[in-house]
């Protein structure tokens, strides 16, 4: 019998992601991508919270995060005609409040490091495999891709991002086949990236609010990265790929709106340098597992990226499964051989459910009521939003009362000591991983998982 292996299903930000945690635990796994190469180009930002920058230093990627990812320390709300109405040091407080800072890397840029990290990238990262069957037994697992490959494993991973084909597979042997309409979308997002126009301010994160939009624009050390958020006359569950004139109808009606006090859309519009427009879809469907399969990433938890969530949560998701799994198979004792059957399996998937959903969906609650009170939704956000926020500080407030408790809620791999622990006032649920209180450790020793920076 082959050894135990998981298959993950798409090489985006959280299957790499998972990947990476797999190896840590000397899993063996695949990823299947059904893309020709990775773009470094494309993406606008993707920023990690201090809870996720943990498992970086966990998976020793920190220091190479280092050297791409841009520092933030303030935000400046304006109106749409450019006028400033409130700064406040909201991301340096991140740092204060949590040891560890906010980190805002190019998406391209941040994918790339992933890939090229990745243990056993050559045997393991495969590009060009559309998936498009999954056949389960009870003893294993058949993942069939467009040019009629075919790959053998224990367990499938769905990393396949919020039109997730591992989902809808899933859904159609379940009794749900109606939840795969569980993404729906009230706004959609035209982003991308500009060149660093002379008047942007480093470490400025600028976000303008009105009625039925917001803009963001985060100043990166080599590109600003822009996105504007536009209220859709009523939510839909439909698909839909934006033409280049949809595109250009909508550049035309926020030409003048502006990201910062010097710079309007068509500005920025002018100096950009890579773009996309599409729905930003929102949903956590009820179905997470199905037999041998499980969902990860977008796939299971989507959430507009307003608050920087997105990604974030996906990495906790991982986290969890891996330390999941390897408790499962240190237990079974099975790993070698690669026998464990789909009710053990499933035993793993329903606790991982059951720590994940319920923080996942905090973070889907407060990314969607952020991005609607910024966007003016109603009179009440509209006032709270332009008069309060600013007078009490509301930003930080917001930081320590909100979103602190879903950052210190974070997980860490229980088997991989930190090596740059950091903590402030707002301490993490999980204390510090050292050595010789990691899961399965002996005398201060690490079984089964590698503790160096230098993977
Ligand atoms: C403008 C913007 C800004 C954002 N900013 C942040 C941020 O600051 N912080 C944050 O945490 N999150 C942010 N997010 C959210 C974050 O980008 C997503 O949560 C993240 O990309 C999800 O990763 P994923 O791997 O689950 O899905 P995806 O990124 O969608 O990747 C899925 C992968 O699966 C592949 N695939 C699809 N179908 C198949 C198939 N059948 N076979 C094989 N491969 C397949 C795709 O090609 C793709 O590579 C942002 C999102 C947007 C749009």
């Given at each position: ?37 990775h773009d470094p180009l494309a993406g606008g930002s993707n920023a990690l ?16 995060a280092?050297k791409i990812y841009s520092p933030v320390n ?29 980190t805002m890397f190019h998406r391209g840029e941040l994918i790339a490091m ?75 997002g035209l982003y991308g990236t500009c060149s660093p126009l002379p008047k942007l301010e480093p470490g400025t994160f600028y976000e ?7 803009l963001q624009l985060g100043v990166g050390q080599t590109c600003g990265y822009f996105l504007l ?30 990201f910062t006090?010097d710079y309007?859309m068509?500005d920025v519009w002018e100096a950009k340098r890579w773009h996309h ?28 990226p307003?608050?920087g ?147």
């Amino acid at each position: 019998m082959p050894p135990f292996k998981v298959i993950i299903v798409g090489g985006g930000p959280a299957g790499l992601i998972a990947g990476h945690c797999l190896a840590k635990a000397d899993i063996d796994f695949v990823i299947l991508e059904r893309r020709a190469s990775h773009d470094p180009l494309a993406g606008g930002s993707n920023a990690l919270w201090p809870q996720s920058v943990r498992v970086f230093d966990q998976l020793g990627l920190l220091e190479e995060a280092r050297k791409i990812y841009s520092p933030v320390n303030h935000k400046l709300s304006l109106t749409g005609d450019g006028t400033a109405y409130y700064k406040s040091d909201l991301f340096a407080q991140i740092e204060v409040l949590h040891g560890h800072p906010f980190t805002m890397f190019h998406r391209g840029e941040l994918i790339a490091m992933l890939e090229r990290r990745l243990p056993g990238r050559a045997e393991r990262f495969h590009t060009d495999k559309q998936v498009t069957a999954i056949e389960t037994d009870e003893s294993g697992v058949c993942v069939v891709c467009a040019d009629g490959s075919r790959f053998e494993g224990s367990m499938v991973i769905g990393a396949d991002g919020v039109h997730s084909t591992v989902r809808q597979m899933m859904l159609e042997k379940s009794s749900n086949k109606s939840e795969d309409n569980a993404m729906e979308t009230t706004y959609v997002g035209l982003y991308g990236t500009c060149s660093p126009l002379p008047k942007l301010e480093p470490g400025t994160f600028y976000e303008t609010h009105g009625s039925g939009y917001s803009l963001q624009l985060g100043v990166g050390q080599t590109c600003g990265y822009f996105l504007l958020y536009h209220r859709l006359p009523r939510p839909t569950r439909a698909r839909h790929q934006f033409t280049r004139d949809e595109i250009e109808a909508m550049v035309d009606k926020y030409a003048d709106i502006h990201f910062t006090p010097d710079y309007s859309m068509r500005d920025v519009w002018e100096a950009k340098r890579w773009h996309h427009m599409a729905h930003i879809e929102e949903g956590l469907p009820k179905t997470w597992y199905g037999e041998r399969v499980v969902l990860l990433g977008d796939a299971v938890h989507k959430m507009t990226p307003n608050v920087g969530f997105g990604f974030n949560n996906g990495i906790m998701s991982a986290v969890a499964l891996t330390n999941g799994l390897r408790k499962l198979l240190l237990v079974t004792n099975k790993k070698d051989e690669g026998i464990i059957s789909t009710q053990a399996l499933q035993g793993v998937f329903a606790d991982w459910e059951r720590l994940r959903k319920p923080q996942a969906k905090k973070a889907v609650e407060l990314s969607a009521l952020y991005s609607r009170v910024v966007a003016w939704d109603n009179l009440f956000y509209r006032v709270v939003d332009r008069y309060i926020t600013p007078r009490l500080d509301g930003d930080v407030l917001l930081l320590k009362t909100l979103t602190s408790p879903l950052v210190q809620e974070g997980l860490v791999l229980d088997f991989v000591a930190e090596t740059h622990f950091k903590e402030g006032p707002k301490r993490w649920k999980i204390p510090e991983m050292k050595l010789a209180t990691v899961a399965g450790s002996t005398d201060g020793e690490v079984k089964d998982g590698a503790v160096s920076d230098s993977q």
